[in-house]
């Protein structure tokens, strides 16, 4: 068994402890002092219309940066901020830090860009995540309606009556819902059905398949039809190529985001980006 003894202020764990938890206490307490010293940001991935491709929104993507100038991967550290709890802390200022992006924008003239934000399983079920959001639209006074939470396919199935009542609750706020990395997870079709959620993204597994065989593109396109059918927005994710982007719209996809139209950049090139691809707004 493990066992953890006080020594100068500090836990030592027992050989017991497996060097993997050792790593992940480390981790942790790094990862608490990067959200204090602000060695968090956000980066921002745009997302196009594939017909005219005109930007549509942006995705805001955690990045930690230490200050050696090396990235820890989201997928490293995020299941440490689940797993400790911080993500409730860290969560909040992205809700916080996209919304006012959102409403910066909105103000150089991009009045019909939206902001996607992911949330994990931990923050949304959270008992006052939605009085969270509620606080964070009305402290940045960001329009409900141009904010889109991301929640993953396994958040979307677990515990159906609860999970539908915070939908609802979500819904009454005007936020909109995506379902993130669709495809990847098992829902049921009628189950999906009696969510309320407005956009499925189609996971980037699936977007790379396009083009390998003839096969490839029929997840992809199982999704677009099972989004129009619903009366989904549907945006495909992890575009890198040409072929993929056409083979996608002629699926009917309208949206998506990749490195073939832009990577995850700062909001300085965010804006610089909106003014040379947007036909319509300064
Ligand atoms: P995701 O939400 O599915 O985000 C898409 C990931 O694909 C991002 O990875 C993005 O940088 C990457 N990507 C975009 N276009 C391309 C492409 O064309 N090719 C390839 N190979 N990759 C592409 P990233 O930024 O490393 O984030 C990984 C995951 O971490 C995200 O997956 C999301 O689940 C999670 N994450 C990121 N930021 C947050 C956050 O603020 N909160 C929470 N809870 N999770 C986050
Ligand atoms: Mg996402
Ligand atoms: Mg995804
Ligand atoms: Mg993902």
């Known amino acids: 068994r493990a066992k953890a ?32 010293n602000k060695e968090l940001t956000l980066a921002y991935q745009p997302q ?4 005219t491709r005109q930007p549509m929104g942006a995705e805001a993507l955690l990045r930690w940066q230490r200050p050696d100038g090396s990235f820890v991967p989201p997928d490293r550290f995020i299941p440490i901020a689940e797993y400790s709890g911080l993500i409730i802390e860290i969560g ?37 995540f939605v009085d969270m959001l509620r606080g964070a639209l009305a402290r940045t006074q960001a329009p409900p309606e141009y904010l889109h939470l991301e929640i993953t396919e396994s958040v979307a199935m677990e515990e159906p009556d609860t999970l539908i009542r915070m939908l609802a609750q979500i819904k009454e706020t005007g936020v909109s819902i995506a379902i993130d990395d669709f495809g990847t997870g098992f829902s049921s079709l009628s189950y999906l059905q009696r969510l309320q959620v407005d956009c499925l993204k189609i996971d980037r597994a699936f977007v790379s398949e396009i083009t390998e065989s003839a096969r490839g593109s029929s997840i992809a396109e199982m999704v677009v039809q099972l989004g129009r059918n619903l009366g989904l927005s549907i945006v495909a994710e992890g575009v890198e190529d040409e072929r993929q982007a056409q083979v996608l719209e002629a699926l009917g996809c ?18 610089e980006w909106l003014a040379t691809h947007n036909a319509h707004a300064a």
């Open 5 to 36: 003894h006080q020594r100068g202020g500090h836990f030592t764990f027992s050989r017991a402890m497996g060097a993997e938890m050792r790593e992940r206490v480390r981790m942790m307490h790094a990862l608490r002092a990067a959200f204090a």
């Open 92 to 128: 909040q200022w992205v809700i916080e830090t996209a919304c006012a992006e959102l409403v910066r924008l909105r103000a150089l003239g991009h009045r019909a860009f939206t902001m996607s934000v992911n949330v994990s399983q931990v923050q949304f079920r959270h008992p006052y």
């Open 48 to 51: 196009v219309n594939l017909a």
């Open 254 to 271: 309208p949206y998506a985001q990749g490195y073939l139209f832009s990577r995850p950049i700062t909001p300085q090139q965010l804006a």
